[in-house]
């Protein structure tokens, strides 16, 4: 039978993948290579689960190939997928937008289809766009950093609970965690402090992939609620393993987290969102970089003296171009991960939060609490003003990070 030229396209696409595994099935041992993301299996299958579908894709510039093409260019030359709509989270589906925004509605240059914005939208908004795009399958595919705050992970959660009120369902695609996925860290939200950086009690760190989050929000939290969903894991991937070592290619998943160095610290020195200090925004190494006029060497010397694991603080200057003291010279610390497996993000934000409230006199929160959301409750923020150290604001999380954890393992797809 002759292909036609979307077909053939088609094919080149799912070339190179592993051999074709049906969706949900828990990947095996890890191969010889590279890991083999749910795109890629989902591929290789001829694209089995979305046969006779009109199927509309979630997704940003994380959405590619191993050969760093783009999964809607894919998908759309290929006949055997009926794709109908494209949907963008916060900075939109080509990635243009910085943080709290997203590129609106319009139609994609390079396919004709029609791109819907999700960012801001929940519940019957959500699923109204859904209906009018007129989908029958969500595919969710957006690489994730690890972090509870990371908007992505909730995008899949809005667009979960949407999907099931409009009848529709859920394939989710599986990406590497960039960081690694042996254990979760850092405070569980407390649900009078959700917000769209944290919909549910999640650790902060939370050490899942995506898959496997779609399936702790469906088994527990969504209940009856949760749309029919299916998950395609990877192959190849285990839980101790970084980005560096997966063999696929790094694509920035937002404007300020441009290398899977940031997405290793992001967890903890996003914090300082919460507070007067600026977190690298405006600078080439957001988020290893943290500081505020004012800031001298003694915030450095009492950082290195806590002793974290993992990590080295450096005595740094810089002058971000946007974002908190844009055009103003900073001092402040630049963070220097020498063990990555010793290395805990979490511990070593509140080291940070901790010792600049004691070195430095202009230390203050963001007047909307905004820390509060971060780091889901008001326990941290409270704590730190009280003088507490690293460990005792730790151990104030331990329970709840305990109980999380348990839940967790339920739903873990890999060794």
């Given amino acids: 039978m002759a292909l036609s030229r979307r077909g053939l396209m088609g094919l080149a696409g799912a070339a190179g993948a592993a051999g074709a595994v049906g969706a949900g099935t828990p990947a095996g041992p890890r191969p010889s290579g590279r890991v083999r993301t749910g795109f890629e299996r989902l591929a290789a299958g001829g694209y089995a689960e979305l046969a006779g579908r009109r199927v509309g894709v979630v997704t940003n510039p994380t959405g590619i190939t191993a050969d760093a093409r783009h999964l809607v260019d894919v998908m759309h030359a290929d006949a055997r997928v009926d794709l109908v709509a494209v949907f963008g989270p916060e900075h939109g589906f080509r990635g243009t937008a910085q943080a709290g925004g997203s590129e609106g509605a319009a139609r994609d240059p390079a396919t004709g289809l029609p791109v819907y914005d999700t960012y801001g939208r929940s519940g019957r908004r959500l699923a109204d766009l859904f209906t009018a795009a007129g989908i029958d399958t969500l595919v969710f595919d957006v690489q994730d950093v690890g972090a509870r705050f990371y908007t992505y992970v909730w995008t899949l959660y809005d667009c979960m609970r949407a999907a099931a009120t409009a009848g529709k369902e859920v394939v989710v695609l599986d990406r590497p965690n960039p960081v690694g996925g042996l254990r979760a860290a850092g405070p569980v939200l407390e649900r009078p402090y959700a917000s769209f950086v944290g919909r549910e009690p999640i650790a902060l760190a939370h050490g899942m992939t995506v898959a496997e989050l779609a399936r702790l929000f469906h088994g527990e939290f969504l209940g009856g609620a949760g749309p029919r969903l299916r998950t395609v894991p990877m192959t190849g991937w285990r839980r101790g393993s970084f980005f560096g070592e997966t063999g696929l290619p790094w694509v920035p998943p937002s404007p300020n987290v441009p290398t899977p160095d940031t997405a290793l610290v992001y967890a903890g020195t996003c914090l300082f969102e919460g507070t007067n200090l600026s977190e690298g925004r405006g600078t080439t190494t957001p988020f290893e970089l943290v500081g505020a006029e004012g800031v001298d060497r003694r915030w450095a010397e009492a950082a290195n003296g806590l002793g974290l694991a993992g990590v080295w603080f450096r005595e740094a200057w810089f002058t971000p ?57 008001d326990r941290v923020r409270t704590l730190v003003d009280a003088g507490a150290g690293v460990e005792e604001v730790a151990g104030d999380w331990a329970a709840g990070l305990a109980r999380f954890a348990a839940v967790r393992e339920e739903y873990l797809l890999y060794p």
């Fill in 321 to 377: 171009a946007s974002s908190k003291h844009a055009g103003r010279v900073c001092g402040g610390i630049r963070l220097v991960v020498h063990d990555r497996e010793a290395f805990d993000p979490v511990r070593a934000g509140i080291g940070l939060l901790v010792t600049a409230r004691r070195a430095w006199s202009g230390f203050g929160w963001r007047a909307d609490r905004w820390i509060d959301r971060l780091t889901g409750s």
